[in-house]
């Protein structure tokens, strides 16, 4: 059992509240998940050729100046760092996938959670309220965001196992369910040069749908596609540097509700999660169907 919630703002006079509209969602979904948290938010864009990586560096806080110090030796490109504690976002001019092979050679305690030109990703150990703390999610801006609250049944609880799971570009997926067959999913890939950073299955599924959209799929696309590869009970939540969107699998045993008003779209795995949110006795109110997309665009 896991919590999910998303939220896009509409009006952009809102978006500067994202992160003080969202605090009360995730830690509503405590109950739901008193093992870790993560959240991914979109901001204003970064211009190309620019990315920001957002990084993690465990229990301790790395150097982030001495690491920007040896990555400015190296790379001749502009590059800024802003720092949370034991996360950090990294923007550069470099290439990003140059960036992330440097980060793998050189700084091996340093994880990479995400790269793009809008995401930034914070995900630790620890009760949700804690997290929002230590990371100040009250005080973050932006469009959209994607956030989950995890109760471990099926793998370590670690900030690597921890929700949002993203893959290429502005891309992360939440999960409230349980595969039965991230092994054979993860057997089909890894010869196809997809890599898997750990044993958890909602990995499985971020993976599969980076193979699928790495072959040319669009995101409802893919979405549909594993309907019919990936087995077991889930409901979905993914964000792009666009879209927010959710599915819910044939069955849809895992909870989710959605309020969509003109100012905003909420969702949540339950709507203690949403009662809170402006105008909420206004907003039109429903569960997603088995097996059916939905998706807003900012």
């Known amino acids: 059992m896991c919590g999910i919630v998303g939220l896009l703002v509409k009006k952009p006079a809102l978006r500067h509240r994202l992160g003080e509209l969202m605090v009360p969602m995730l830690t509503g979904m405590t109950e739901r998940g008193p093992d870790s948290a993560g959240?991914?938010?979109?901001?204003?864009?970064?211009?190309?050729?620019?990315?920001?990586?957002?990084?993690?560096?465990?229990?301790r806080a790395a150097d982030w100046s001495l690491l920007l110090q040896r990555l400015a030796g190296d790379f001749t490109e502009h590059h800024e760092i802003a720092v949370h504690g034991n996360h950090a976002v990294l923007t550069t001019a470099a290439d990003a996938d140059e960036v992330v092979a440097w980060l793998a050679r050189s700084a091996p305690a340093v994880a990479v959670l995400s790269v793009g030109q809008s995401i930034d990703l914070y995900k630790d150990v620890g009760a949700p309220a804690d997290i929002?703390?230590?990371?100040d999610f009250a005080t973050l801006?932006?469009?959209?965001?994607?956030?989950h609250t995890r109760m471990a049944?099926?793998?370590?609880v670690t900030p690597a196992h921890a929700h949002?799971?993203?893959a290429g570009r502005d891309f992360c997926l939440v999960h409230n369910g349980s595969l039965s067959n991230p092994h054979l999913v993860r057997k089909r890939l890894e010869p196809l040069g997809i890599r898997f950073e750990t044993d958890n299955?909602?990995?499985?599924?971020?993976?599969?749908f980076e193979w699928r959209l790495r072959e040319g799929d669009e995101l409802r696309t893919a979405v549909a596609r594993g309907f019919s590869e990936l087995d077991g009970?889930?409901?979905f939540l993914m964000g792009t540097e666009t879209e927010l969107l959710i599915v819910r699998d044939a069955f849809a045993c895992k909870p989710a509700v959605v309020a969509e008003s003109d100012d905003y779209v909420a969702i949540a795995s339950e709507f203690r999660s949403l009662a809170?949110?402006?105008d909420i006795g206004h907003a039109t109110l429903f569960e997603p169907k088995p097996e059916e997309i939905y998706s807003w665009q900012i």
Request: aromatic share 14%.
């Open 153 to 156: 049944t099926e793998s370590a």
């Open 132 to 135: 929002a703390r230590r990371y």
């Open 39 to 59: 959240l991914a938010v979109y901001t204003t864009p970064v211009t190309a050729p620019n990315h920001k990586l957002s990084l993690y560096s465990g229990e």
């Open 201 to 208: 299955d909602t990995e499985a599924a971020c993976r599969y």
């Open 164 to 166: 949002p799971f993203t």
């Open 141 to 147: 801006g932006g469009t959209h965001l994607v956030g």
């Open 276 to 278: 809170h949110l402006p």
């Open 233 to 235: 009970f889930f409901t």
